[in-house]
């Protein structure tokens, strides 16, 4: 299986500031990483698919970049509403795999 | 509007069995691949399993956790998707969701509310 490794854990930052998350695929995973953001007692929702597409209706703020093991995501400019836990997964083989997630707070 | 409505979860015993339905509308169902995603209460994602359309012949591929216990189905005449969960553990104790592929894509871009399982004595 390909592991998935998201880091940070967890993090905490001010409304306005620019926030990056990185996830790293165990092997070349092309473009097939997708970023999905997941609210307290909610499902997930896709934010970014094949790693830097903007899914419909998604504010321009979040953004994504990479190819291959090393992928990144970020919030140009955090919103209290943004406050959630973003998971990254990839699709180039099954099992599909979840990064353990980041845990975005507001300082 | 696109909808996944999961239903069937509850309480079970260890080696019992529960059977989940996802039921679906606002888009074609019976042209995407279903797959179920579960998480444990303060856990991550973990995916279980998925079953592709009638045109890639309703194949089905499960996480190795749940391989040989879990079984994944489908009714397109009712657009709604099951999952058959036998010899339940307390670690299969989660929330369920149902989610969608989407279609000559490789992400899920519609989930369900998901459902509560419980495993225990």
């Known amino acids: 299986d390909i592991q998935m490794t998201q880091s940070p854990s967890s993090l905490s930052a001010s409304v306005g500031d620019r926030v990056t998350i990185t996830c790293q695929a165990s092997?070349?995973?092309?473009?097939?990483l997708n970023w999905y953001q997941q609210k307290p007692g909610k499902a997930p929702k896709l934010l970014i698919y094949?790693?830097?597409n903007l899914e419909t209706g998604v504010p321009s703020r979040f953004s994504g970049s990479g190819s291959g093991t090393d992928f990144t995501f970020t919030i140009s400019s955090l919103q209290p509403e943004d406050i959630a836990t973003y998971y990254c997964q990839q699709y180039d083989n099954l099992p599909p795999t979840f990064g353990q997630g980041t845990k975005v707070e507001i300082k | 509007e696109v909808q996944l409505v999961e239903s069937g979860g509850g309480l079970v015993q260890p080696g019992g069995s529960l059977k989940l339905s996802c039921a679906a509308s606002?888009?074609?169902?019976?042209?995407?691949?279903m797959h179920w995603v579960r998480q444990a209460s303060g856990k991550g994602l973990e995916w279980v399993g998925r079953i592709r359309s009638k045109a890639n012949s309703y194949a089905t591929a499960y996480a190795a956790s749940v391989k040989g216990r879990f079984t994944i189905s489908r009714d397109d005449s009712k657009n709604t998707a099951y999952l058959q969960m036998n010899s339940l553990k307390t670690e299969d104790t989660a929330v369920y969701y149902c989610t969608s592929l989407k279609s000559s894509g490789y992400y899920f871009n519609y989930w369900g509310q998901g459902t509560l399982v419980t495993v225990s004595s």
């Open positions: 094949d790693a830097s």
């Open positions: 092997q070349d995973i092309s473009n097939y």
């Open positions: 606002g888009f074609t169902f019976s042209g995407s691949a």
